[in-house]
């Protein structure tokens, strides 16, 4: 397979989002926008992913991994000029280089191994991704010769007449032979009512030095969406979250109401789990099999859950790992803690773990019942098979022994089974 390396555009400043957060930062189910397009750039197998920064660099820089080369733009003189930044490090380079931005997380990689694909076969200086929609305004436009032959990108403020309805857009993704893309760049003028240097210019370019460029629409046309606007940020959230859970789905985990459920792309769900309505669950949480959770749940990162658990109604859950079979019903907080398996939650359950500075662990061992509204006060340990009566507050630094039975404030051991 021939090499081939990615350049993110994701300098701009993101004016229409009114925000002091760099917009390729905002998260779209619970990770940085950018990092859709970084794991698409990884996903067709990438050798080097340029990101080119410019509006707060470091802050960007910092949020992402290592592996990535910034690349800073000075001034944003546009996209073009984008490109232009990180031109220095492809001086010698003569494969293909795939030119993203940051701010379309619906991309998928399939999409664009596609365009990969008809890019090398066809032999084209240029190929492109375009889409069709409802409400083509602000995207640039694409026009065609009556053959179909692809002439040039209108952007939306230089659009006149006819050009306005058209509605195949740019998306923004475009697959270059490496030597033409650098040799054509300095050609392209500063758009005269912007003063900015357009990329979208070089396909005019390349037509009329008679190079090969082509344009592939997405058949999902949601895959085009850019985000400008919190208005867009909040749908392309939520078309994310969709195929989030129609992935789940296919996996074997019931949804009861897609509508109404919230699932990270980093989190990972067993077989015959259910999930029930109004359920949260965020970062990096396993579940695994046979689980049912919610409705009314919140899962939060750090938290792993095994096998044939029962998180119930107006429950959180975070940082904390939950053994097999156990069952934690009803209104229950459970922070910084490691429970065994076959452990029962009563309802009302709190651990406190936190104490105004550091946040505690609490250990719950196999078997152990915890009554109705009892408070933990990290850290504790309760041994395996010891009860904890209602309404009890085992305190800070407390060692319960295995199979004892406590009760009180503080509680206090009153038997121990045998
Ligand atoms: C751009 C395209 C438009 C396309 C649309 C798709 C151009 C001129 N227009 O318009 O045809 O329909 O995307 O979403 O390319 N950026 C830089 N440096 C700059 C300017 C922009 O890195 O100096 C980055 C931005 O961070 C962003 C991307 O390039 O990630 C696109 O810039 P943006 O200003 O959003 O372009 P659009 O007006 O949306
Ligand atoms: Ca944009």
């Known amino acids: 397979m021939k090499e081939i390396r990615s350049i993110i555009l994701a300098a701009g400043k993101g004016t229409r989002m009114k925000s002091s957060i760099p917009k390729v930062l905002h998260p779209i189910c619970g990770r940085p926008m950018i990092q859709n397009v970084i794991d698409v750039a990884r996903g067709v197998g990438s050798s080097k992913?340029?990101?080119?920064?410019?509006?707060k660099s470091s802050s960007v820089a910092e949020a992402l991994s290592d592996d990535l080369i910034c690349v800073e733009q000075?001034?944003?003189?546009?996209?073009a000029d984008a490109v232009k930044a990180a031109a220095t490090f492809l001086k010698s380079y003569k494969g293909d280089v795939l030119i993203m931005c940051g701010d379309t997380p619906l991309l998928s990689k399939q999409t664009v191994k596609s365009i990969v694909r008809k890019h090398r076969k066809n032999k084209n200086v240029c190929t492109f991704l375009t889409a069709v929609v409802h409400d083509p305004q602000g995207y640039g436009r694409?026009?065609?010769?009556?053959?179909?032959?692809?002439?040039?990108?209108?952007?939306?403020?230089?659009?006149?007449?006819?050009?306005?309805?058209?509605a195949e857009i740019n998306v923004g993704v475009y697959c270059f032979h490496a030597p033409e893309l650098f040799k054509v760049l300095n050609e392209i003028k500063p758009n005269a009512k912007k003063k900015e240097f357009y990329l979208t210019d070089i396909v005019e370019l390349y037509t009329e030095k008679k190079l090969k460029v082509d344009a592939i629409e997405t058949e999902d046309a949601t895959e085009g969406l850019g985000v400008n606007t919190r208005e867009d940020l909040a749908n392309c959230e939520q078309i994310l979250r969709r195929r989030i859970l129609k992935e789940f789905m296919l996996q074997g985990v019931t949804i009861s109401d897609p509508s109404t459920t919230y699932?990270?792309?980093?989190?990972?769900?067993?077989?015959?789990?259910?999930?029930?309505?109004?359920?949260?669950?965020?970062?990096?949480?396993?579940?695994?099999?046979?689980?049912?959770?919610?409705?009314?749940?919140?899962?939060?990162?750090?938290?792993?859950?095994?096998?044939?658990?029962?998180?119930?109604?107006?429950?959180?859950?975070?940082?904390?790992?939950?053994?097999?079979?156990?069952?934690?019903?009803?209104?229950?907080?459970?922070?910084?803690?490691?429970?065994?398996?076959?452990?029962?939650?009563?309802?009302?359950?709190?651990?406190?773990?936190?104490?105004?500075?550091?946040?505690?662990?609490?250990r719950v061992a196999d078997g152990a019942f915890i009554g109705s509204d009892a408070i933990l006060i990290s850290p504790v340990k309760i041994g395996k098979n010891a009860i904890?009566?209602?309404?009890?507050?085992v305190t800070k630094d407390k060692t319960i022994p295995d199979g004892a039975v406590v009760t009180g404030v503080p509680a206090q051991i009153i038997s121990r089974k045998k």
């Open 49 to 55: 992913v340029y990101c080119v920064l410019g509006h």
């Open 74 to 79: 000075k001034k944003l003189l546009g996209t």
């Open 142 to 166: 694409i026009l065609r010769k009556e053959n179909g032959a692809v002439v040039a990108i209108r952007e939306d403020k230089d659009a006149v007449g006819y050009e306005k309805e058209i």
């Open 263 to 362: 699932i990270d792309s980093s989190v990972v769900i067993g077989k015959d789990t259910i999930i029930r309505p109004y359920t949260f669950i965020e970062g990096d949480v396993r579940i695994g099999d046979d689980c049912q959770i919610g409705p009314f749940a919140r899962i939060r990162p750090g938290s792993k859950i095994g096998n044939g658990v029962e998180i119930g109604n107006f429950t959180e859950v975070s940082r904390t790992k939950i053994g097999d079979q156990s069952i934690m019903k009803h209104f229950s907080f459970l922070g910084d803690s490691i429970i065994g398996s076959k452990v029962n939650i009563g309802a009302g359950t709190v651990t406190a773990n936190f104490d105004g500075v550091d946040k505690n662990t609490t």
């Open 388 to 393: 904890v009566g209602a309404g009890s507050v």
